[in-house]
């Protein structure tokens, strides 16, 4: 059972507007909500991340939003830049005994700025 | 600041040989974690280290083992390669407290089982 969901596999978005990338999770017990991007050829990169007890979380041009009751969480980008193509991971952080947590991933948005 | 550094960035190998991927940190990290990729998927987790000396299976170990003997080192072994065992693999590290910062990952190991 895939408990973090990335429904849309690619996203296109024209230069200089907002990007949207959604993510769904199953599991309440997730206490951390983080977002990676992933460029070809590389390791992922940590890139924003909310608490389970926000519901959002900004810095600089990419904020992250979280709807607890809802189970979802989404990243925006403003302005996007074509510098932002890449594959964008949702990652969620449960606790998994021992005093030790695991992140469990979506399977990735790829998103395409268009100059 | 080399971070996490992984090695080989490619391999294929023939089925029933075995290997090991190496990943090092120098950012003094206690946790220490193996990812695999498959192609359109998320990372899964293989293992993962709190400290020296502690393992522990994730969500795919069958196939794989792990030893910690020090804080920086942490190598994946793959004793009989399997097809299904072809993927890309990430090691990566984290503070134990601090998830707001996220994982640092190394940039993979590509192993392709003939």
């Known amino acids: 059972d895939q408990q973090v969901k990335q429904n849309s596999p690619s996203l296109s978005v024209q230069e200089g507007r907002i990007s949207i990338l959604n993510c769904d999770y199953t599991?309440?017990?997730?206490?951390?909500f983080l977002w990676y991007k992933k460029y070809p050829a590389e390791g992922p990169t940590f890139l924003i991340s909310?608490?389970?007890?926000?519901d959002k979380n900004e810095d600089g041009r990419f904020t992250v939003f979280l709807n607890k009751s809802a189970k979802h969480l989404s990243l925006h980008i403003v302005p996007s830049q074509p510098g932002d193509s890449a594959v964008y991971f949702c990652a969620a952080r449960g606790y998994s005994g021992a005093g030790s947590y695991q992140l469990t991933f979506g399977k990735g948005t790829k998103l395409s700025v268009i100059p | 600041n080399a971070g996490v550094t992984q090695t080989p960035k490619f391999r294929i190998l023939k089925i029933g040989q075995s290997m090991t991927l190496q990943c090092t940190q120098d950012?003094?990290?206690?946790?220490m974690y193996w990812y695999r990729q498959d192609p359109g998927m998320g990372l899964k987790l293989i293992y993962y280290s709190v400290g020296a000396g502690i393992t522990d299976k994730g969500e795919v170990p069958n196939g794989y083992n792990v030893s910690r003997s020090t804080t920086e080192d942490f190598p994946l072994r793959l004793e009989l390669a399997a097809p299904s065992q072809t993927s890309v693999y990430f090691c990566?590290?984290?503070?134990?407290?601090?998830?707001?910062?996220?994982?640092?990952f190394g940039s993979g190991t590509r192993l392709t089982v003939v």
């Open positions: 990566a590290s984290s503070y134990r407290r601090g998830p707001e910062y996220g994982y640092t």
């Open positions: 599991n309440s017990m997730f206490d951390y």
């Open positions: 909310i608490s389970s007890i926000k």
């Open positions: 950012m003094n990290h206690n946790y």
